[in-house]
Nanobody, 127 residues
Framework: QVQLVESGGGLVQAGDSLRLSCAAS????????MAWFRQAPGKEREFVAA????????YYEDSVKGRFTISRDTVKNTLYLQMNSLKPEDTAVYYC????????????????????WGQGTQVTVSS
């Protein structure tokens, strides 16, 4: 059973940086796609960034392009989200997600396409 455990959230000021981690276990992730989603209070969960585990191909939601970087450590089986130039509107619970890659696809941007989820980590950005 795949398990995902996020860490690294916290309270920061606008303009600061944070790095989120997601430790993955219980699977062979070379054929997986993984992603970060976030959910702000009163809003639906939204896609942030995705990566194909083997190839390292990445894809970002427009509002985080140039500020956030998704990466993975294939030895540690850990997914990362480096967040720079944080804004108050980045405040949310951040979730990592995983699923098996389907042939012809490198990433997925809809939450219903993912099978495994972490418990989430809170990121709060004050102005």
């Amino acid at each position: 059973q795949v398990q995902l455990v996020e860490s690294g959230g916290g309270l920061v000021q606008a303009g600061d940086s944070l790095r989120l981690s997601c430790a993955a276990s219980g699977g062979t992730f070379s054929n997986y796609a993984m992603a970060w989603f976030r959910q702000a209070p009163g809003k639906e969960r939204e896609f942030v960034a995705a990566i194909s585990w083997r190839a390292g191909s990445t894809y970002y939601e427009d509002s985080v392009k140039g500020r956030f970087t998704i990466s993975r450590d294939t030895v540690k089986n850990t997914l990362y989200l480096q967040m720079n130039s944080l804004k108050p509107e980045d405040t949310a619970v951040y979730y990592c997600a995983a699923r098996l890659l389907r042939s012809g696809r490198s990433y997925y941007t809809s939450d219903y396409e993912y099978d495994y989820w972490g418990q989430g980590t809170q990121v709060t950005v004050s102005s």
